[in-house]
């Protein structure tokens, strides 16, 4: 074998031995990308040249923004606001509480852009509600946790953030206006499943708002949802950057949740504060690491090996897209999301550009599946954090779990198949 082949057995065996003797991600990956250019005999400082580099961007300032912003409004219990909002909109359907559930984690993850921050806010106050009023426990956190993948997509998702860096600068703009249309599909599909639950287990309508209470849940509802529309109208008409953006819904979001308000303490920002730097830390520090990892994929060319790898195997995209999103859910279920989109990326965006796929598509695609990768052990934080909400285990939170599971695998397919879903509304954007 010659020198680049058993440098890529050396990158990838290493990889996957540290992946199964637990190592942190981030570990991980700077280990076996110094292991490699020892091997090589590049010099070592270069793999710190290319974190930094890898963090040299003035884009990823929208990140701290965007979950210090998540953070704020779930420590400000505007959650509360946002699932009365939500109430007030669907409340009324057969198994009610089900599909507020799924409209408020729509509406909080437009907001967190996260979906563990989704279900630990939103499942909080959604998942006792539906307990008290009767329905089961497991069925509660599996529509709750099914709901938050909502998060990932649309937007302001700093997963997309992620991935357009990744991408090698896919317009931000046009990833958030493609996740819109995914969203909506994702909420229809969850609430028709929903229904159906309800149907079958006699689930009641929630109980009726009275209209003297529509104005103030309206209001303080669209209060609380204000901090996306500036994300998103920011950035959509060109007046500010995501990173200004992000800074205008922070400081809006704290003068809601702090001033207007005032149910946290203002003490309680250092502890927000806490939190976000915890956060912001752990996914710099992962950027940095998979920007050296992604170094070293360039060097051995091992992204042009797996587009030959595919091709070879067959050239027609549908079969393509398929084994892609089949290979996507199985990473999925031990890797978690940012570095699975910051590995992914670069190894699969050759593969789907050079059949023409659109690289705002694929990211969407992308995105997706590693939403859903947060729903299925080993690694399923979204799943876990669901589980010890509602105070069951993970077996009966993963059956519950299982019909929504499998109407976001036809979503996903409906997205990955029909490219107008997603790129619609980028195309306006360009016209």
């Given amino acids: 074998m010659d020198t680049n082949t058993i440098a890529v057995i050396i990158l990838l065996s290493s990889f996957v031995l540290l992946i199964l003797l637990r190592f942190p991600i981030a570990l991980t990956l700077v280990a076996s990308s110094l292991i490699t250019v020892i091997y090589l005999g590049i010099p070592m400082p270069i793999i710190g040249q290319q974190m930094v580099q890898g963090l040299n961007s003035f884009s990823l300032l929208a990140i701290p923004f965007f979950i210090l912003t998540g953070q704020i409004m779930s420590a400000g219990g505007l959650a509360t606001r946002i699932v009365n909002l939500a109430g007030l909109m669907v409340g009324r359907i057969r198994g009610g509480l089900a599909m507020v559930n799924s409209v408020a984690s729509l509406f909080f993850g437009n907001i967190s852009g996260s979906a563990v921050a989704d279900v630990s806010s939103v499942g909080s106050v959604m998942i006792p509600m539906m307990k008290k009023k009767g329905y089961e426990a497991d069925y509660a ?70 209209r003297s209470q529509w104005g103030g849940i309206l209001l303080h509802g669209f209060l609380s949802l204000s901090p996306a529309v500036i994300i998103l109208g920011g950035i959509m008409s060109g007046w500010f950057t995501a990173t200004e953006s992000g800074a205008l819904a922070c400081l809006y979001s704290f003068i809601l949740a702090f001033v207007v308000y005032r149910e946290a303490p203002i003490s309680s920002i250092w502890n927000i504060l806490k939190r976000t730097l915890k956060t912001v830390s752990m996914v710099f520090f992962l950027i940095g690491a998979s920007a050296s990892f992604g170094w070293i994929l360039a060097y051995l060319q091992i992204p042009s090996m797996v587009t030959d790898l ?122």
């Fill in 141 to 210: 956190v599996g529509v709750t946790i099914a709901s938050a993948i909502q998060g990932v997509v649309v937007p302001p998702s700093h997963n997309l953030v992620l991935y357009s860096l990744a991408a090698g600068g896919v317009s931000i703009a046009s990833l958030f206006m493609a996740g819109i249309v995914p969203g909506a599909i994702m909420l229809i599909a969850l609430m028709i499943t929903a229904y159906i639950i309800a149907r079958k287990r006699g689930y009641e309508k929630s109980d009726l708002i009275p």
């Fill in 310 to 431: 595919f091709l070879n195997f067959s050239d027609n995209p549908i079969v393509i897209l398929l084994i892609i999103n089949i290979l996507l859910l199985l990473l999925g279920a031990p890797m978690d999301m940012a570095p699975m989109i910051l590995i992914m990326t670069p190894i699969l965006l050759p593969v789907v550009t050079s059949f023409g796929m659109d690289p705002v598509h694929f990211g969407i695609v992308l995105i997706l599946n590693a939403g859903i990768g947060l729903l299925t052990p080993p690694v399923g934080t979204v799943l876990f954090v669901g589980c010890a909400i509602g105070k069951v285990s993970i077996q009966q939170g993963t059956k519950a779990m299982l019909p929504f599971f499998y109407a976001l695998l036809i979503v996903l397919l409906i997205i990955t198949y029909i490219p107008e879903v997603t790129l619609w509304l980028p195309s306006l954007i360009v016209k």
